[in-house]
C-alpha cells in the first residue's frame, strides 16, 4: 500500500505544484509563508512548479492600506530560510533574512522567486512590487553574474509580468529600475509586460543586453525620453504595447506635461524593421501628494509622422489627440503616420477628460470626412479599418451620425467603427 501511495503522490505532485497562485492576506498568515516552509523542505516539489502567479492588487474595502502588511516569519521559517539564503551566497543575504524574518512581502517573494529553478511564466502583481529591492537582487545575481552565486539561471522563463505598483501614487519616492531590468537578460524570454519608473540617468547595469527572443514588450509608466535605450536592444519585437503616464508628482526630473511626439517616434524607429503591432496609449494622473483632484494640464509638441516608414506595421492603436491635437484648428494629419501595409487603425478617445480637449462627435466625423476625401488609394491600400474614438462622454451617435459613417465608409472604401457603449 506504501508503494501504491508513493506511485500516486510521485504522478500528482508535479500536476498539483505545476501552477501556484497566491495573494497576500491581510489579517492571517499570507500563503506565501505557508508555501515557503514547503519548498524549502522539499526542493523537489519546487522544481515542478512552472507558473507563479502572485495576484492582488490593494486590499477590497481598505483603501487605507497602502502596501502588504508585514507577518513575522515562525522560528522554524526562519531557520529554514536562514539557511537556504546564506547558501546561496548573495551579498545581501543578512538584510533578506532580516526582513523575511519581519515578514516583509519582498523577501518571501525573493525566496520563492530563488527556489524555483524551471518556471517558465512569473506574474507579479501590484501588491508584489511595491518594494523590489531583494527580489531584484536576486535577479541581478541570477543574471549578472551566474557563476558567482548558488541561484537558478532561469533559463525556461519565457513569460513575464512585473506590475505597476498598487496605489502608485503614494510611492512617489520608491524606484525600480535597478530590479525589473534584469528581465531584459533572461536568456530566452519572449513576452515581457513591465512597469520601468523614469530614471534621471537610464543606464544598462552592465553591458546592453541583446534579447533577441523577446517578441512582445508591454510598457508601463516609462516616458518617451527614457523609451530609446529599451527598445534600441529588441532587435525582433513584433509587437509593443506602450502605456505612457503623466503625473506631475512622480518621476519629476524626468516626466514633464509636453508630450514630446518626435522623441517618441525616434524611439519607436529603433524597430521599425519588425514591428507589427504598435498600441500606444496615455494617460494621466492628478498631483494627488497635494489634494489636486483635477486633470494636470497637457501639451503635444511635433507628431508621429515618423513611423510612416514603418515597413512592416499592420495594426496600430494610438490616442486621436496623438494625431490630431486637442483642437479641430490644430495642424494634425490623420493619414500622415500611417505606414504602407498597415491594414488596421484603432483611435482612442484617450485624454479626452482634459479642459484643452475641444472634439466632439460632429467635429470628429468631419475630420475623418476630410481627410478621407483627399486619400490616395495608393497610400495605404491594405487598410480595411477605422476604429473612431466616438460617441464621446456617455451619449450614443445618433441614426444621423450613423448615416454618415456609412457614407463616408463606403466613399473611401475604409469600414469605419466606432465604440459600442
Given amino acids: 500500500m506504501g508503494r501504491v501511495d508513493k506511485c500516486m503522490r510521485n504522478v500528482a505532485e508535479p500536476l498539483v505544484y505545476s501552477t501556484i497562485e497566491i495573494t497576500w492576506a491581510l489579517r492571517s498568515t499570507p500563503p506565501a509563508m505557508l508555501l515557503l516552509p514547503t519548498i524549502l523542505d522539499r526542493p523537489d516539489l519546487a522544481g515542478h512548479v512552472r507558473t507563479l502567479r502572485l495576484q492582488g492588487d490593494g486590499f477590497e474595502n481598505h483603501p487605507e492600506v497602502r502596501e502588504p502588511p508585514a507577518f513575522p516569519a515562525s522560528p522554524l521559517l526562519l531557520d529554514k530560510a536562514t539557511k537556504f539564503i546564506q547558501s546561496t551566497g548573495v551579498p545581501f543575504a543578512k538584510s533578506w533574512i532580516g526582513e523575511l524574518q519581519l515578514g516583509a512581502a519582498d523577501a518571501i517573494v525573493a525566496a520563492l522567486l530563488a527556489s524555483m529553478p524551471n518556471l517558465t511564466t512569473l506574474h507579479l502583481g501590484p501588491n508584489f512590487t511595491i518594494k523590489s529591492w531583494l527580489w531584484g537582487g536576486v535577479l541581478r545575481c541570477a543574471l549578472y553574474q551566474p557563476k558567482e552565486y548558488h541561484l537558478p539561471t532561469f533559463a525556461q522563463l519565457r513569460h513575464v509580468t512585473s506590475e505597476y505598483r498598487a496605489k502608485e501614487w503614494h510611492h512617489r519616492d520608491t524606484t525600480n529600475t535597478a530590479d525589473v531590468l534584469p528581465f531584459f537578460y533572461l536568456p530566452n524570454v519572449e513576452h515581457l509586460s513591465v512597469s520601468i519608473d523614469n530614471p534621471a540617468q537610464f543606464a544598462w547595469p ?130 500622415n503616420a500611417l505606414p504602407l501595409h498597415l491594414e488596421l487603425l484603432d483611435l482612442a478617445a484617450d485624454l479626452d477628460d482634459h479642459e484643452e480637449w475641444e472634439w466632439d462627435n460632429d467635429s470628429v466625423l468631419d475630420a475623418v470626412r476630410s481627410e478621407l476625401a483627399g486619400r490616395p488609394l495608393s497610400s495605404t491600400p491594405r487598410l480595411r479599418q477605422i476604429t473612431l474614438p466616438i460617441p464621446l462622454g456617455f451619449g450614443n451617435l445618433s441614426s444621423e451620425q450613423k448615416k454618415q459613417l456609412g457614407d463616408i465608409s463606403a466613399s473611401a472604401g475604409v469600414k469605419l467603427a466606432w465604440i459600442d457603449k
Fill in 206 to 335: 552592465s553591458d546592453p543586453p541583446a534579447p533577441s527572443s523577446i517578441v512582445s514588450l508591454d510598457l508601463y509608466r516609462l516616458r518617451e525620453s527614457r523609451l530609446a535605450p529599451v527598445l534600441s536592444v529588441l532587435g525582433g519585437l513584433q509587437k509593443l504595447h506602450w502605456n505612457w503616464l503623466y503625473q506631475p508628482d512622480l518621476d519629476q526630473d524626468v516626466s514633464k506635461n509636453s508630450v514630446e511626439l518626435d522623441t517618441a517616434t525616434a524611439a519607436l524607429g529603433h524597430v521599425r524593421d519588425t514591428l507589427t503591432d504598435l498600441m500606444i496609449r496615455a494617460i494621466t494622473r492628478p498631483r494627488i501628494s497635494v489634494g489636486d483632484y483635477d486633470t494636470p494640464s497637457l501639451e503635444i509638441q511635433a507628431s508621429l509622422d515618423g513611423i510612416f516608414s514603418f515597413s512592416k506595421l499592420i495594426r496600430l492603436c494610438v490616442p486621436w489627440v496623438f494625431l490630431m491635437g486637442f483642437s479641430p484648428s490644430f495642424t494634425g494629419k490623420l493619414l
